[in-house]
Nanobody, 119 residues
Framework: QVQLVESGGGLVQAGDSLRLSCAASGRTFSSYLMGWFRQVPGKEREFVAAITAVNWGRGRTNYADSVKGRFTISKDNAENTVYLQMNSLKPEDTAVYYC?????????WGQGAQVTVSS
């Protein structure tokens, strides 16, 4: 049974940083593309960042234009954990953040991590 558990969210001020973690169990995901997504109430969930599998692409990353240069996705294959380092946070980054495979698999959405950025 694959389970993805996000943590590290919180309430911060604009300009602050946060690091989200996504701990995976039930499968070693070093061979899979992984992504971070976010959703605000009343809107569709949107793509934030993705990282390729370790055995191809050598950890290549891709980002939504809105977070490029501020967010960094990374993987610790030994810990089976994906991270999202978020710097220079803006109020418009306020959302629930989720990790999943990329492209996402519906059954693996977790509870997410709430990130709230005050101005």
């Amino acid at each position: 049974q694959v389970q993805l558990v996000e943590s590290g969210g919180g309430l911060v001020q604009a300009g602050d940083s946060l690091r989200l973690s996504c701990a995976a169990s039930g499968r070693t995901f070093s061979s899979y593309l992984m992504g971070w997504f976010r959703q605000v109430p009343g809107k569709e969930r949107e793509f934030v960042a993705a990282i390729t599998a370790v055995n191809w692409g050598r950890g290549r990353t891709n980002y939504a234009d809105s977070v490029k240069g501020r967010f960094t996705i990374s993987k610790d294959n030994a810990e089976n954990t994906v991270y999202l380092q978020m710097n220079s946070l803006k109020p418009e980054d306020t959302a629930v953040y989720y990790c999943n495979f990329f492209p996402p698999v519906e059954q693996y959405w977790g509870q997410g991590a709430q990130v709230t950025v005050s101005s």
